[in-house]
């Protein structure tokens, strides 16, 4: 586990788990976790799924949850009242990565929901408008330069991404990236930065707490749980902070998960931090441990 827990000011909520000199991370997890483990029948559990359940690799289609972190989640699915993954990714391909049929999955940073059992995914109807606008920039705007510089390509249906991670020239890739994403401001679509990766968008609100929002409307859920390793996942945190402040949720926890990428915003953000995928390992057999 990581040394550093840090609290997330927000007015309206409950006071912010903060890590007191002397008082271990782990100790501050456990706080935060203790509300979802008093009454796990009445808590979800949310999850982001790379860097997060699953290490993050070189190409995005070598991505896979370990069969250990798996297990626990199969276990957590059980004893929870609610238990998704949410990703940047279309639903259907995060599923494909957890490999687990029994939890919901929010996909496309919240633009699809897939829910447990054989139901096909529900897209967002505001976001669905778009997606011939934005399909059509990344056939009109893909070039023979961005074959060279190994940029790599990825259709996730509402949202054209390009990655760089492992290019030859990172840097001369990631200026690639930045032309394309003026380009698409210049049609009226948005862009989002992550980590090596631009995402070319729908011009809508779309993010993960749109998305964790839309899936715990008319649920039985008191207490929330989210862990997350990149900036997208600070809009998961805030979406669950302003159902705190709304009182449709009692307490909600954000968890964040550390590695050598990680942005300060997440280290701000966060009520408290585990060490990789590792740690959200541990993270999940605490929820187990009774």
């Known amino acids: 586990m990581a040394d550093r827990a840090t609290p997330h000011p927000a007015a309206g909520r409950r006071a912010p788990i903060r890590h007191p000199v002397g008082v271990t991370a782990q100790a501050t997890l456990a706080q935060a976790l203790a509300p979802l483990r008093a009454q796990p029948g009445d808590a979800a559990v949310l999850l982001d799924v790379d860097g997060t359940l699953a290490p993050i690799v070189r190409h995005a289609d070598d991505a896979l949850v370990p069969e250990p972190t798996r297990a626990q989640l199969i276990g957590v699915a059980k004893r929870y009242g609610l238990v998704a993954c949410v990703s940047g990714r279309e639903a259907a391909i995060a599923r494909r990565i957890v490999s687990l049929g029994s939890i919901a999955y929010v996909g496309n940073h919240g633009a699809e929901l897939l829910l447990p059992g054989g139901g096909g995914v529900e897209l967002d109807p505001e976001v ?3 997606v011939p606008r934005v399909h059509a920039f990344a056939r009109e705007t ?5 074959d060279r510089l190994r940029v790599r390509r990825e259709d996730k249906n509402v949202i054209a991404a390009y990655h760089w991670r492992g290019a030859p020239d990172e840097a001369a890739a990631e200026q690639a990236a930045k032309g394309l994403a003026e380009a698409a401001e210049a049609q009226g679509l948005a862009v989002h930065f992550g980590r090596k990766v631009l995402e070319v968008r729908p011009p809508v609100p779309l993010d993960k707490g749109r998305g964790v929002v839309r899936l715990l409307a008319d649920r039985p859920i008191r207490a929330a749980l989210y862990v997350g390793d990149d900036l997208t996942d ?3 945190f805030a979406g669950l902070r302003r159902l705190v402040e709304e009182g449709s949720l009692d ?4 968890v964040g998960v550390a590695s050598d990428e990680t942005p300060d915003g997440l280290l701000e953000g966060a009520d408290a931090m585990v060490d990789g995928p590792l740690g959200v ?3 999940l057999q605490a929820l187990l441990d009774t």
């Open 128 to 130: 669905a408008t778009w």
């Open 142 to 146: 893909w070039t023979g330069e961005l």
């Open 234 to 236: 600070l809009d998961a």
């Open 251 to 254: 307490t909600a926890a954000c």
């Open 281 to 283: 390992r541990a993270l």
